[in-house]
T-cell receptor, first 117, second 114 residues
Framework: ETGVTQTPRHLVMGMTNKKSLKCEQH?????MYWYKQSAKKPLELMFVYSLEERVENNSVPSRFSPECPNSSHLFLHLHTLQPEDSALYLC????????????????FGEGSRLTVL | GQNIDQPTEMTATEGAIVQINCTYQ??????LFWYQQHAGEAPTFLSYNVLDGLEEKGRFSSFLSRSKGYSYLLLKELQMKDSASYLCAVQPSYSGAGSYQLTFGKGTKLSVIP
């Protein structure tokens, strides 16, 4: 138990479906992240929310839409995905590093395994 | 840009010592993390190096040379449960946004055999 919970753990969807991934952290952190993990590729940072504001979007396609309603919850809304979007989507959180008080260590959830047919 | 290299796979014998190397070329550098990820599970934190030298934590140690862009993770007295992927992640210079955006290597899959 890492303190970061992701649901669903597994999701199968068609290319025309709309679904959402949910992440909740119980660690009191104020930065949350979405990463994509594909076979034989490094973890790819998709979105970062720090203090509930999105601070970076690494040119992720618009079919992925993040939402962060508060510092404990993070969503990834999915629509009209492609088969190449099939991957493990990992949520992570960290404590704010302003002032150098924290290392920025990431705490990961166990991921949502997405299959797009 | 960021470029991080680590071996794809390694095999070692139970009870032995294994060293997993990581080299990086980055446009800005603050520190380096090592994470462990068992199949189907979340990556978990192993170590963090900011300064040059060796950080020891039980059976695991991590080394950093900032001038050489090089790190390694050393696992001693290997156990079967150490079979996992080991991820090297570079932490860039702080941009003032309240968080760091880590860049990960592809990971090294370690298999420990009896």
């Amino acid at each position: 138990e890492t303190g970061v919970t992701q649901t669903p753990r597994h999701l199968v969807m068609g290319m025309t479906n709309k679904k959402s991934l949910k992440c909740e952290q119980h660690l009191g952190h104020n930065a949350m992240y979405w990463y994509k993990q594909s076979a034989k590729k490094p973890l790819e940072l998709m979105f970062v929310y720090s203090l509930e504001e999105r601070v970076e979007n690494n040119s992720v396609p618009s079919r992925f839409s993040p939402e962060c309603p508060n510092s404990s919850h993070l969503f990834l809304h999915l629509h009209t995905l492609q088969p190449e979007d099939s991957a493990l989507y990992l949520c992570a959180s960290s404590q704010d590093v302003t002032g150098g008080r924290n290392t920025g260590e990431l705490f990961f959830g166990e991921g949502s395994r997405l299959t797009v047919l | 840009g960021q470029n991080i290299d680590q071996p794809t796979e390694m095999t070692a014998t139970e009870g032995a010592i294994v060293q997993i190397n990581c080299t990086y070329q980055t446009s800005g550098f603050n520190g380096l993390f090592w994470y462990q990820q068992h199949a189907g599970e979340a990556p978990t934190f192993l170590s963090y190096n900011v300064l040059d030298g060796l950080e020891e934590k039980g059976r695991f140690s991590s080394f950093l040379s900032r001038s050489k862009g090089y790190s390694y993770l050393l696992l001693k007295e290997l156990q079967m449960k150490d079979s996992a992927s080991y991820l090297c992640a570079v932490q860039p210079s702080y941009s003032g946004a309240g968080s760091y955006q880590l860049t990960f290597g592809k990971g090294t899959k370690l298999s420990v055999i009896p």
